[in-house]
């Protein structure tokens, strides 16, 4: 796969990922998987099998893991969505230097955004118990009916944040899902391994990668 390559100065605006990517939320996704689990007697996930959930749109996950209809998968997304909210959504912690960095990119002159299959809504409010809403310039999540794909999340925070063309936009995720979306949207895509879902073992040889925020920066300030 062929990259146009960039250095920071060909940027104007920096898409995160929010879910393994700014923030590591997985102590609260991963307890509430359980708390649906046992609410609707379904047989328990593994470990290896509930991370898995983490990242994509909650509905496809459990309709991939039970093989149910999509009607019952999304009555299960509607209760974790609920229950998560309610019970849940503060299990988390920023990733280390995120803060840094975010504030770094705005002095810059990077307008920063977030794009995540989390609900908007509480999107909204996690963002601000955590202190990122300040760095932020455009935050989009998932709808209530889940129709926004990541692609459309993407080019929502384009259009947003009023940015000329794709080639000022770069996509900063921890899954293939991520990069899938970056790519289907036209912006290029740096994926970070200290996430969830897209570790060193199964990165790609035609994807840039960071190990760290402070690599991410690194990334930024390389001419190539």
């Known amino acids: 796969m062929s990259w146009n ?3 920071m100065k060909d940027y104007c605006c920096i898409i995160f990922d929010l879910d393994g990517t700014l923030m590591d939320t997985s102590p609260g996704i991963l307890n509430c ?3 649906i689990v ?6 328990p996930p593994s470990a290896f099998e509930k991370r898995s959930f983490i990242g994509p749109p909650i509905e496809k996950s459990f309709q991939r893991h039970y093989g149910c209809t999509r009607e019952f998968s999304l009555e299960l997304a509607s209760a974790w969505r609920t229950a998560y ?6 299990e988390a912690e920023a ?3 995120v803060y840094d960095l975010l504030r770094w990119l705005r002095g810059s002159g990077m307008k920063t955004a977030v794009a995540t299959n989390k609900r908007e809504d509480y999107t909204e409010v996690l963002l601000k118990r955590f202190d990122f809403w300040p760095l932020l310039d455009c935050v989009i999540g998932s709808d209530f009916s889940g129709s926004r794909t990541k692609a459309d999340m993407i ?8 940015t ?4 000022q936009c ?3 995720g921890d899954t293939i899902g991520d990069m899938t979306a970056a790519h289907e949207a036209g912006v290029d895509f740096l994926g970070v391994t200290y996430g969830f879902g897209f570790t060193k073992e199964r990165r790609g040889a035609d994807c840039w990668t960071a190990d760290s925020c402070k690599g991410i920066q690194d990334f930024l300030q390389c001419e190539f």
């Not at 046992?38 to 047989?43: E, P, Q, T």
């Not at 909210?85 to 503060?90: A, G, I, N, Q």
């Not at 080019?155 to 009023?162: E, P, V, Y």
């Open 33 to 35: 998987i359980d708390y």
């Open 85 to 90: 909210k309610e019970k849940f959504l503060f």
């Open 95 to 97: 990733y280390p230097g």
């Open 155 to 162: 080019a929502l925070c384009m259009n947003q944040l009023g």
């Open 164 to 167: 000329i063309g794709c080639g």
């Open 5 to 7: 390559h960039h250095n």
């Open 38 to 43: 046992a609410r609707y007697n379904l047989v």
């Open 170 to 172: 770069l996509m900063i």
